[in-house]
């Protein structure tokens, strides 16, 4: 990167780094196909524009608009994948996937072992949420918890245009069913300053340490990890050394570089912007207690959604997640 | 080619009957072993339902594919499933299809395009449409079956499914296996206009309501529907009209069965009515198809023991087939 690109502002936004990464995996591979509401081009090319051009490059049948019927557009996806095809399956909004739960947790996940290994279900299930827009209880819920739950089911986000290239290359060439989930509100938010390159790949399982520190160990992922770093960055003003701790892929998650930074800091903030009650943060912090119980500072501290459903009237929805003044408060909290 | 006769004759009838006998046995075998606790399973009898998957195993190629539900072993079997792996997945071995981690809901062969065994009501029918997607990506003219009972008729999966294979124009075949009881419930009680087949008329498909107990009458409208599929003219919706002779599950209560109903149902015994016709028509004699029953009853003593002898998984079976990868300890 030049000195000038270096002074100049990021360009690049997560759903370019998307939309790039379906032009190269469709161009690499003819087993990679895709199907979802609204996704060819006469229907304009998906709601985000993520598929835009897509049908008419790579045809008809590789990229397919369906009916507004999730267990069929799961059930389509599932049974392609059994016959040697990538599907990635795009379900509009998270929320949609509950109408569509008993294809994905009763089949996608199971149908490897309850085969004995005879199939597979290589598919992505593509999907958006988070709140910010003012869309209230039924189009922004973050669900990662309940497919976390579920043996055979792994779970994606990204926080930067590069892990969301390569983190969809990987789930795409994975041979297990990966549920890949894209925050709304970050989409087009200038992050980075080239697209990454077709060969870029971001391991499943692997967590990124974004920022190095010495004093808390942030755990988080999607949209939180933005905030984290904002306020790892005002931390560090106040003389306390935040390291955060991007996940990246939420199940299976990466208990080595988590406990190696806990075991660092020995103090440990679990963020997300899904309800803390039996949330992923819960596991995160049951493991670590477990095993480095006698080697932390302070007891693990989780922030999380509230206890409600996500609301529409906007100082509702601004108390509803934490944000990057929350999760400084908490720094503070744990570091001093 | 076989598939493309479009009527049962002679030689399709005695073929229909070979795997009708060997589907009889099979039921009436499974009813003994759980009686006799030789093996402990959830059982779904389809005594009664056995012309059916013996037409559809007559007409399909090993490449087409199939999905089943939990009661699907008649499918199965149908379709070309080894008895010594089908027995011993039952009994929960290591050596069964699926390493006795699926068991007699979630039975899967590929090699005979046993895709999935589903025992969620009415599952079988979406994904069959992605094997239907599969074979049109491929260029291939194989055909994609679901099996599912009267009382998935009612499910959104189901509908979720037609409609899509109707507008992409799949090589799905919907085959309906109505034996008018959903679990303990009479088909006319809970399924509105108690015509699944004219459903076919909302989606501008072709829905025929045929006899599945009769051989004749299956093998033309299931004949039919696969000659479309491999056109490339898109789904059909067949119901098939029969009668399970025993309860839900076997070990269930069936008085919900009323008891004329089921007497004349069992008098109309499918499976013997077609062995009285070969012989009838001197298709078969009684000599042959005596010599055909006994060979399938040692295949079935074969396979249990087997499946006896086999040993059982261990604990640390657990971490493989979850992931690709296995599972660290």
Not at chain 1, 278 to 288: L, R
Not at chain 2, 21 to 42: F, T, Y
Not at chain 2, 227 to 232: F, K, L, Q, S, T
């Amino acid at each position: 990167m030049s000195a000038a690109e270096k002074a100049a502002k990021p360009k690049i936004t997560i759903i370019e780094a998307i939309a790039k990464a379906y032009q190269d995996a469709f161009a690499e591979d003819p087993k990679v196909i895709t199907l979802g509401e609204d996704l060819a081009d006469p229907e304009g090319g998906g709601i985000a524009k993520i598929t835009q051009g897509l049908s008419t490059k790579f045809g008809d049948d590789r990229v397919r608009s369906t009916p507004i019927s999730e267990q069929a557009i799961m059930g389509a996806a599932i049974g392609a994948s059994l016959a040697g095809y990538k599907p990635i399956a795009e379900i509009m909004l998270m929320n949609f996937t509950t109408v569509a739960m008993d294809m994905i947790v009763n089949h996608a996940a199971k149908l490897r072992f309850m085969s004995g290994g005879q199939t597979s279900v290589p598919i992505v299930i593509r999907t958006m949420t988070g709140l910010g827009f003012g869309s209230g209880g039924q189009h922004c819920d973050y669900l990662e918890a309940w497919f976390a739950h579920t043996p055979g089911i792994k779970v994606c986000a990204a926080s930067t245009p590069e892990d969301a290239y390569g983190l969809l290359r990987s789930a795409i060439e994975d041979p297990d069913p990966v549920i890949f989930i894209e925050n709304l509100p970050t989409y087009r938010v200038p992050m980075s300053f080239t697209l990454p390159e077709p060969g870029h790949r971001v391991p499943l399982g692997k967590a990124a340490i974004q920022r190095e520190g010495t004093d808390v160990t942030i755990v988080t992922y999607a949209r939180m990890a933005v905030q984290a770093r904002m306020a790892a960055e005002q931390a560090a003003a106040d003389g306390i050394s935040a390291e955060v701790v991007d996940l990246r892929t939420i199940a299976p998650w990466d208990r080595d570089t988590v406990l190696a930074s806990a075991r660092k800091t020995g103090r440990v903030l679990v963020v997300h912007e899904a309800v803390r009650e039996h949330g992923v943060g819960a596991e995160i912090a049951s493991v670590v207690s477990e095993e480095l119980f006698g080697e932390l500072k302070k007891p693990v501290k989780r922030l999380g959604g509230a206890y409600s459903a996500v609301p529409y009237s906007r100082p509702l929805e601004n108390a509803y997640a934490p944000d990057a003044e929350r999760i400084l408060a908490a720094i503070k909290e744990i570091a001093a | 080619m076989a598939d493309k006769q479009l009527e049962a004759d002679s030689a399709v009838l005695l073929e229909i009957y070979k795997r009708a006998a060997l589907l009889k046995a099979n039921d009436e075998r499974a009813r003994k072993v759980i009686l006799s606790g030789q093996i402990a399973m959830v059982y779904y009898s389809y005594r009664g339902q056995e012309i059916i998957p013996s037409v559809m195993g007559s007409v399909l190629r090993d490449d087409d594919t199939i999905c089943t539900i939990y009661r699907g072993i008649h499918d199965m079997l149908g379709k070309g499933f080894p008895l010594p792996e089908l027995w011993a997945e039952l009994a929960g071995r290591t050596t069964g299809s699926c390493k006795g981690k699926g068991g007699p809901m979630h039975l899967t062969y590929p090699p005979k395009g046993i895709m999935v065994t589903t025992g969620i009501v009415g599952s079988s029918a979406p994904i069959a449409n992605g094997l239907a997607w599969a074979a049109q990506l491929d260029g291939s003219d194989r055909v994609s079956v679901c099996t599912f009972g009267d009382g998935a008729s009612n499910i959104g999966a189901v509908h979720e499914a037609l409609n899509l294979a109707a507008v992409w124009k799949l090589p799905t075949i919907f085959v309906c296996q109505n034996n008018l009881f959903a679990e303990h419930t009479k088909f006319e009680k809970m399924t509105a206009g108690q015509n699944i087949a004219g459903r076919a008329e909302g989606y501008g498909i072709p829905g025929v309501r045929v006899d599945g107990n009769d051989s004749e009458a299956m093998y033309s409208a299931f004949a039919e529907a696969v000659a479309r599929a491999r056109a490339g003219e898109g789904p059909t919706l067949i119901e098939c009209m029969t009668f399970r002779f025993f309860g839900h599950n076997f070990g269930d209560d069936d008085s919900y069965i009323p008891k004329e109903q089921k007497a004349a149902a069992m008098e109309a015994d499918p499976v013997p009515r077609l062995r009285a016709r070969l012989i009838a028509d001197r298709i078969a004699s009684e000599d042959e198809l005596a010599a055909i029953e006994a060979a399938i009853e040692a295949e079935i003593d074969k396979a249990i023991e087997f499946a006896l002898a086999s040993p059982w998984p261990e604990p640390d079976d657990l971490r493989f087939d979850v992931f690709a990868k296995e599972i660290a300890a």
